[in-house]
């Protein structure tokens, strides 16, 4: 079976400094990865997918940005963060032809002060 | 488009009485469903899931869900709930007609069960 790993598990930055939110996969070879935040403990907001190195959809025009440059690595990331960017953060691989369903990281809880 | 709506904010149950969770979704075609657990701080944990075949769908902790298509429903169910299992849970759906190669799950805005003793 598939784990993800993500880091940090917390993160308090200020207003205008870089992000990097680092996600690897164990288990599978060519995931489907994803990246969703979560506002306010409630609904998924997705974010960001890929199918492939170097591959990336973004789904919501926005201070972020993803990459891939690894197979089995998911990287979140920005240049200047908003206080709007606070959530948490969750990576999740899986969702291909094969796989029906996702599965989950434990999460990056990030604090924009 | 796909969408999902789980109707309630939360629910809540006494320990050892039965539980449903509710679901209702919207596909263009036929739907995968997904039920998923998060509890506080922590990703969001697999439950079930309904493809094909039997309309009743086990999953882990004793959990079962129930997909009727005539109804667009897929609400979630156990017979005997426990403290432990209070938490916010998720209801997904993906579009089978949607085959591309990074098909997208649709999640509802998520309802909290409260199990009290």
Known sequence: S???HQWPATLVQPVGSPLSLECTVEGTSNPNLYWYRQAAGRGLQLLFYSVGIGQ?????PQNLSASRPQDRQFILSSKKLLLSDSGFYLCASGGGLLTYEQYFGPGTRLTVT | AQSVAQ????????EGNPLTVKCTYSVSGN???FWYVQYPNRGLQFLLKYITGDNLVKGSYGFEAEFNKSQTSFHLKKPSALVSDSALYFCAVRDKS???????????????LQVTL
């Open chain 2, 31 to 33: 739907p995968y469903l």
């Open chain 1, 56 to 60: 990336i959809s973004s789904e919501v």
């Open chain 2, 98 to 112: 949607n085959t591309g190669t990074a098909s997208k799950l649709t999640f509802g805005t998520g309802t909290r």
């Open chain 2, 7 to 14: 109707p309630e904010d939360q629910v809540n149950v006494a």
């Open chain 1, 2 to 4: 598939q784990t993800i």
